[in-house]
């Protein structure tokens, strides 16, 4: 259920309401927007009476939500979610650019990419450091150096740091490196990690899952908020389908469908999305003008040489013509390349 406060309502009674819904053996979350407060009652109990709290002072309207997704919803929160992280802001007007190599490989290549978006006024840094591999031969990462190079080019560069967590084990060591937590495909569906990502207190990128419908990409949401963390960036990466000529499907049309059902903000990976550079700028390009909030762009010195994913990463002088191009869309939005 959803308690939507009157406007005028007083901290005493919006605290009074909160001990009613416990004693009903709900879960409650808050969320105070710019006019009134809300409440989400969160629980597996039915059939409660809701003339229990529509009586309560200060309590102007109860509603049921019928989604299985709660807290992400538009029903709990009807304004967009905007997330700070140090001086960048993910939702509302921005369009958040997170670039990088798929992997890190060494210094010198770390350094020349944050250079690089630097020099494009991009605000993130992205990178694997642990490398999740179909192959058991193929190159797994550097790990904890893999990090802090990243960090030591990030803190050069004025950026934010994203990387990929694998397991819950990796928490703490992301927690001391890493400003956004990465969530990829495979562990979409990871409960026990997502459980424990909503303990924490760091922004969460969270992929959807490569055969995820939507509604299941916002139930993982919902892991990670019943836990009591908020900051959430939904990423669309593409879906498998029966298509073998691009590496997935990108669904540009989850952009509009998250944006209806919930209040968080959704980007984009094009990179992942399509698996060809030949086919990264364009529909990232799509991305922004159906609305995206951001994208997720792999890029590298010299791709024909990278360890992981060469083929769908940009040259710098491609990343620099899309930077370019997305001005000119973001304009026509009145939104702001960051």
Not at 230 to 239: D, N, S
């Amino acid at each position: 259920m959803v308690i939507i406060m009157e406007d005028k309502a007083t901290e005493p009674e919006i605290q009074n309401v909160v001990e009613k819904i416990k004693s009903m053996g709900f879960t409650v979350h808050r969320s105070d927007g710019i006019q009134r407060t809300v409440l989400g009652a969160v629980g597996e109990k039915r059939d409660v009476d809701k003339r229990n709290l529509e009586l309560l002072q200060g309590v102007r309207e109860v509603i049921s939500i019928t989604k299985p997704y709660k807290l992400v919803s538009r029903e709990f929160k009807k304004d967009d979610t905007i997330i700070q992280v140090g001086t960048v802001k993910i939702g509302g007007d921005n369009v958040v650019i997170i670039a990088g190599p798929c992997a890190v490989e060494d210094r010198q290549q770390v350094m020349k990419i944050a250079e690089i978006l630097k020099q494009n006024s991009v605000s993130a840094l992205r990178g694997g450091a642990f490398k999740p591999r179909t192959s058991p031969y193929a190159f797994q990462g550097l790990g904890e150096h893999g990090l802090i190079l990243m960090r030591e080019a990030a803190d050069k560069y004025g950026l934010l740091v994203v990387s990929e967590v694998m397991d819950v084990s990796q928490i703490p060591l992301m927690e001391k490196y890493v400003d956004i937590i990465q969530i990829g495909a495979r562990n979409m569906h990871n409960f026990w990690l997502l459980r424990e990502l909503g303990k924490i207190r760091k922004p969460i990128l969270l992929k959807r899952g490569m055969s995820a419908t939507i509604e299941e990409w916002l139930m993982a949401a919902e892991y990670i908020m019943a836990g009591g963390n908020y900051q959430i960036v939904l990423c669309e990466r593409g879906i498998r389908t029966f298509e073998n000529y691009t590496r997935n499907t990108l669904d540009i049309s989850a952009i509009p469908v998250i944006q209806k059902l919930s209040h968080l903000p959704v980007i984009v990976d094009p990179s992942h999305g399509t698996g060809r550079r030949d086919k990264v700028r364009p529909m990232a390009r799509a991305a922004i003008a159906a609305g995206a909030h951001g994208l997720l762009i792999e890029v590298h010195p010299d791709p024909e040489t990278a360890l992981s994913d060469g083929a769908q990463s940009l040259y710098p002088e491609q990343f620099n013509q899309l930077i370019f191009e997305l001005n000119d869309i973001a304009k026509v939005l009145r939104k702001k390349i960051c």
